[in-house]
């Protein structure tokens, strides 16, 4: 009734100026804040890019010549009807001056959990009639469905797909749709495929890097983020997680998350350098292209310990046919900084061996296979896992993923027991029994080097400018 304002199936819209705000009354992250009452703790799996690189590269392995595209169901939740049972529960009630007003939604508005459930469950009926009746591969993420199809089909996967959906009630936007292409973005992520030459490649979208970083700094110039735009930056970075199909953002996606719950809203330190580390990972994952490999990566192994007691750090290195090796005593300066553990900072230490390996092999280590060996299962958990409870762990973890990304270093994570572990010598304090270990494994020695990050765990890392390249 009143002019200012307009009501849609689950939104609300009120103009002030020049500028038309947005709310969900019954959402739990919009600009009215959370509303803990839909609160849905339940996980529903979704696919991510993994799927179509998955399926690219089987048809590749295959021979067969394809193209990739993509659908976007439109509006999705509204076209799905409400349970008539649910009918007296589905209505959205607010209240002004003149009483209380009430509106019953007949489809699933956009923004209420049962909207969540109940698309998980129809998107999922579309993808499997699509799989197993059509045989047509496939992947979706929410209400996006993509796939590849062989050249030359009638009846290719997007095609099938709209007819579907014609017979389901519910229809494809015809703006978003992408067929017979071989360069596609998906999920925030390029993809290009070389048929003739066999090859794969993908990287973060410039443009959607270029976006993001914008919307990084302004809240790092602000200094605020309040828990509907933490909630929406933890998903779309999520986002270029999948993209690189590894651990990397994990360490640095927990302080964004931690936001979402947050009463208080002024950027903290801790959430600081992780929107920094978020920009520089997105420059780099936007830059270089990360390349399918059909040939046999060179393959490096490497081991690495610590000792406590004298806190030396140790990295083997096994390349070539030739064994490196570097060892050093831990600087007090980086210890420092480390919080207060009632184990010796072992944990610390075999982590922080692992950033001596990164350093001082870089060179040999760049666009490997890496197995690297660790005899501590809590460091090594907390590698493959991609973070640590532990803030001083959770920064080196993420600065170690963040180096692996630029070298294209594909990793493998493996136990070692202490007595296998030819790093175990080189951690030793008799340096005479470390030079007859040498001598007798014909080790060669290498300058020991450490990140410039680990002497500076908890100072403000500078913002890297994005360039749409």
Avoid at 185 to 208: M, N, T, W, Y
Wanted: proline fraction near 4%; charge should be negative.
């Amino acid at each position: 009734r009143d002019p200012l304002w307009s009501r849609g199936l689950g939104d609300v819209y009120k103009r002030q100026g020049d500028v038309v705000l947005k709310s969900r009354m019954i959402d739990h992250f919009t600009e009215c804040g959370v509303n803990y009452a839909t609160w849905m703790k339940e996980k529903y799996p979704t696919e991510g890019l993994d799927v179509a690189v998955f399926m690219a590269q089987f048809l590749l392995t295959m021979g067969a010549r394809f193209t990739m595209w993509k659908e976007d169901i439109k509006g999705a939740f509204k076209r799905l009807p409400v349970f008539h049972e649910h009918l007296p529960f589905a209505y959205s009630v607010w209240k002004d001056p003149e009483g209380i007003w009430g509106v019953q939604h007949t489809g699933l508005p956009f923004g209420a959990v049962g909207s969540v459930v109940g698309w998980w469950r129809f998107g999922e009926f579309l993808a499997t009639v699509l799989r197993k009746a059509a045989c047509v591969p496939v992947g979706r993420f929410v209400d996006d469905f993509y796939g590849c199809s062989k050249e030359g089909l009638h009846w290719d996967g997007a095609r099938v797909l709209r007819m579907l959906c014609s017979l389901v009630g519910t229809a494809v936007d015809p703006e978003k749709s992408l067929a017979h292409v071989w360069d596609i973005v998906l999920l925030g992520a390029q993809i290009i495929v070389d048929c003739a030459l066999q090859s794969l490649k993908h990287r973060i979208s410039p443009e959607k890097c270029e976006k993001w970083v914008a919307w990084i700094q302004h809240f790092i110039n602000e200094q605020h983020m309040d828990s509907g735009d933490a909630s929406k930056c933890a998903g779309r970075l999520s986002f270029a997680c999948c993209a690189c199909m590894d651990k990397l953002g994990r360490a640095f996606i927990k302080p964004i998350y931690a936001q979402a719950h947050q009463p208080r809203y002024p950027i903290t330190q801790w959430l600081h350098t992780a929107l920094t580390w978020w920009t520089q990972f997105l420059v780099i994952m936007a830059t270089e292209w990360r390349l399918t490999r059909w040939d046999a990566r060179p393959h490096v192994i490497a081991w690495t310990d610590a000792a406590s007691s004298t806190g030396i750090l140790a990295a083997v290195l096994h390349v070539d046919g030739a064994l490196y090796y570097t060892r050093m005593h831990c600087p007090a300066l980086i210890r420092d900084q480390w919080l207060l553990r009632d184990d010796n900072d072992i944990g610390m230490l075999e982590l922080l061996a692992v950033l001596l390996l990164l350093e001082t092999f870089a060179d040999q280590i760049r666009g490997v296979h890496l197995t690297a060996y660790i005899d501590n299962d809590g460091v090594l958990g907390a590698l493959i896992r991609g973070s640590h409870r532990a803030e001083d762990a959770n920064a080196l973890i993420g600065n170690a993923w963040l180096a692996l990304a630029a070298f294209q270093t594909g990793v493998d994570w493996r136990r070692v027991i202490s007595a296998s572990n030819p790093a175990d010598a080189p951690s030793r304090d008799d340096e005479d029994e470390v030079l007859i270990w040498a001598q007798e494994a014909d080790a060669i020695w290498v300058d020991p080097l450490l990140p410039e990050f680990a002497y500076h765990l908890y100072a403000m890392p500078e913002l890297v400018v994005a360039t749409n390249q």
